[in-house]
Structures are given as structure tokens and as C-alpha cells.
Nanobody, 118 residues
């Protein structure tokens, strides 16, 4: 099983980035996908979640209206479009997959660094 994030980097305040997460090794179309982030000295927090068919999407209040989560089940990928970035968005962003079945399977990516600074 692999979740591979990409698209992080350094951006100025007000800028945009698009994170991608490519999944393999499990049935992606059956997984609820989420993005989490963790800033230094803080706990990992949930940023956004998208359900299996994309019908239900939720965001944490701090990113609502600025970030957009989406998925492409044909490409086994989930995305996070981040606009109007702020310094407080600086963190390592992690892709997460949860597959419900006889067992609850949880997978994590290795993370990608996003730094918002002038």
C-alpha cells in the first residue's frame, strides 16, 4: 500500500498550491480520503475529507472557502487545491485513506511540506 503526496513547496502569502496524492495497493474507490496537516509543536489536524463517491465533503473551519478537496477514482488520486494561503497554513500535509470493511484499514502518506512565507 502506498500513498504518495506531491505538490508542496514554498509560496508567498495569498498564493496557491495544489497537492496531489497518488494511491496504490488498495481499492481506492472504496476509501474515504482526507488531508491532514501538522505544524511544528502541534497535533496533527484534519483539514478536509471527501467520501467514496465525492458526495460528501467537509472542511475544518480555518480553510473553508479557501481549500478544495477533490478525487479522481479513475486515477486513484485525491487533490487539495489551496488558495489564498496564509502563514498559518504552514505545515506538513498528509494524505489519509480509510477503508471500512471486516476491518477498518487506515493508511497514511509520508507527507509533503507546505511553507507560506514572504
Amino acid at each position: 500500500v502506498q500513498l504518495v503526496e506531491s505538490g508542496g513547496g514554498l509560496v508567498q502569502p495569498g498564493g496557491s498550491l495544489r497537492l496531489s496524492c497518488a494511491a496504490s495497493g488498495f481499492t481506492f474507490s472504496s476509501a474515504v480520503m482526507s488531508w491532514y496537516r501538522q505544524a511544528p509543536g502541534t497535533e496533527r489536524e484534519l483539514v478536509a475529507t471527501i467520501t467514496v463517491a465525492g458526495r460528501n465533503i467537509n472542511y475544518t473551519g480555518a480553510v473553508k472557502g479557501r481549500f478544495t478537496i477533490s478525487r479522481d477514482n479513475a486515477k486513484n488520486s485525491v487533490y487539495l487545491q489551496m488558495n489564498s494561503l496564509k502563514p498559518e497554513d504552514t505545515a506538513v500535509y498528509y494524505c489519509n485513506a480509510v477503508v471500512e470493511g471486516p476491518w477498518r484499514l487506515v493508511y497514511w502518506g509520508q507527507g509533503t511540506q507546505v511553507t507560506v512565507s514572504s
